[in-house]
């Protein structure tokens, strides 16, 4: 009898092993994915992004805390218990960054066009824990009234920009949490 079971019990594991990589596979490229779209975002000034943060870390810290202390399987004792609130927290934080990114890329009220002042950096914006980008570019957002600095490097520059171009033309999706850049180009102002 023990035979009969022993390949619906494989496959079951089989099963539950994909489904898991399935969606840790799909987590990880989710914040890669709001990881490149919060370069190009700029939020408001009033947007409550590490209260947000914070808080979605204790309340997922919490649900894994009561969900772990009524498990039977579980080890009850206090080490046990505060090391499922910490995984949960720091699941619910991690996954809670560049929120506000993803929702002014994904839900713009409308896309304007406008001219900005700029300036150019040398070094650019850090990339990473071992680099900065060839040159950065600081663009002034007219949604929100501040300033982003943009990664780019000196061959696009020199191919772009012409001597006595003073401005940029920007093209941004906005709403009422900030705006994402969505392309700029140098122009005679």
């Given at each position: 009898?023990?035979?009969?079971?022993?390949?619906?019990?494989?496959?079951?594991?089989?099963?539950?092993?994909?489904?898991?990589?399935?969606?840790?596979?799909?987590?990880?490229?989710?914040?890669?994915w709001?990881s490149?779209i919060?370069?190009?975002?700029?939020l408001?000034?009033?947007?409550?992004?590490?209260?947000?943060y914070?808080?979605?870390?204790?309340?997922?810290?919490?649900?894994?805390?009561?969900?772990a202390?009524?498990?039977?399987?579980?080890?009850?004792?206090?080490?046990?218990?505060?090391?499922?609130f910490?995984?949960?927290?720091?699941?619910?934080?991690?996954?809670s960054?560049?929120?506000?990114?993803v929702?002014?890329y994904?839900?713009?009220?409308?896309v304007?066009?406008?001219?900005?002042?700029?300036?150019?950096?040398?070094?650019?914006?850090?990339?990473?824990k071992?680099?900065?980008?060839?040159?950065?570019?600081?663009?002034?957002?007219?949604?929100?009234?501040?300033?982003?600095?943009l990664?780019?490097?000196?061959?696009?520059?020199?191919?772009?920009?012409?001597?006595?171009?003073?401005?940029?033309w920007?093209?941004?999706?906005?709403?009422?949490?900030?705006?994402?850049?969505?392309?700029?180009?140098?122009i005679?102002?």
């Open positions: 009898m023990g035979k009969n079971n022993y390949p619906e019990n494989k496959y079951r594991k089989w099963f539950s092993t994909a489904i898991t990589y399935l969606i840790t596979g799909g987590l990880c490229w989710y914040m890669l709001a490149a919060s370069h190009y975002t700029v408001q000034n009033t947007v409550p992004e590490w209260t947000t914070f808080c979605t870390g204790i309340i997922t810290g919490s649900l894994s805390f009561i969900y202390f009524y498990i039977r399987t579980f080890n009850r004792t206090l080490k046990s218990l505060l090391n499922a910490t995984g949960g927290f720091c699941l619910g934080f991690i996954l960054l560049n929120c506000y990114d929702c002014v994904l839900f713009p009220d409308k304007i066009s406008y001219e900005s002042e700029y300036d150019v950096v040398f070094p650019g914006p850090s990339r990473g071992y680099g900065h980008c060839e040159a950065g570019l600081w663009l002034k957002d007219q949604n929100t009234s501040r300033w982003i600095q990664c780019t490097n000196k061959e696009f520059l020199r191919s772009h920009h012409k001597q006595g171009m003073t401005g940029v920007v093209t941004a999706r906005v709403n009422k949490i900030g705006s994402y850049i969505v392309k700029y180009e140098f005679y102002m």
